[in-house]
């Protein structure tokens, strides 16, 4: 079975692009939740969507927001990037099942973007 | 709101010794999950072990354990005969079992980073 496939793995971006993430979770999973990684705030809940909705919610601003396609896929996209948006972001997927002992989340292995 | 710490930024162990790397989490909610993750250089976060807090009996896997203490709100992870594959940013992280709590969000910890000796 492949694992979560985070795409693309490296970005470079200047202040106030654009950004769209892209995470494709386990099949058979429904919910992909995503991260914010980086050096001085360690790892950060942003969002999280399960079956097209979004379900969770981190203390991002606005300009963070993503989607899910019917086929579970997930795409993030940060608006008017600042410098301090550069960071690991880290997707994981899991059953979402609610309260289910085995809803383990697997995680992608990152996307690597740079604010310039 | 629930808030995790890891104390220990840094943390060495000779290859084939035992090490403990320590974390305390703060919660009001009687129901969760508690995780080691591990990170290595490549990036990729790979679950290490798992813990329920129902669960009293302390969780074992292969050469990782924990020491769940419930009262304590400690969750402590034991890496016994340790590895040169043991390197690795380790982070401790908690998630709600409530029903009708944030299922899929993760909170973890600072991490700590594990060097082994050759």
């Known amino acids: 079975k492949a694992g979560v496939t985070q795409t693309p793995r490296y970005l470079i971006k200047t202040r106030g692009q654009q950004v769209t993430l892209s995470c494709s979770p386990i099949s058979g999973h429904r919910s992909v939740s995503w991260y914010q990684q980086t050096p001085g705030q360690g790892l950060q809940f942003l969002f999280e969507y399960f079956s097209e909705t979004q379900r969770n919610k981190g203390n991002f601003p606005g300009r963070f927001s993503g989607r899910q396609f019917s086929n579970s896929r997930s795409e993030m996209n940060v608006s008017t990037l600042e410098l301090g948006d550069s960071a690991l972001y880290l997707c994981a997927s899991s059953l979402g099942v609610s309260g289910a002992s085995k809803n383990i989340q697997y995680f992608g292995a990152g996307t690597r973007l740079s604010v310039l | 709101a629930q808030t995790v710490t890891q104390s220990q930024p840094e943390m060495s162990v000779q290859e084939a010794e035992t090490v403990t790397l320590s974390c305390t989490y703060d919660t009001s909610e009687s129901d969760y999950y508690l995780f080691w993750y591990k990170q290595p250089p490549s990036r990729q976060m790979i679950l290490v072990i798992r813990q329920e807090a129902y669960k009293q009996q302390n969780a074992t896997e292969n050469r990782f354990s924990v020491n769940f203490q419930k009262a304590a709100k400690s969750f402590s992870l034991k890496i016994s005969d340790s590895q040169l594959g043991d390197a690795a940013m380790y982070f401790c992280?908690?998630?709600?079992?409530?029903?009708?709590?944030?299922?899929?969000?993760?909170?973890f910890g600072q991490g700590t980073t594990l060097q082994v000796k050759p």
């Open positions: 992280a908690y998630r709600s079992a409530m029903a009708t709590s944030n299922t899929g969000k993760l909170i």
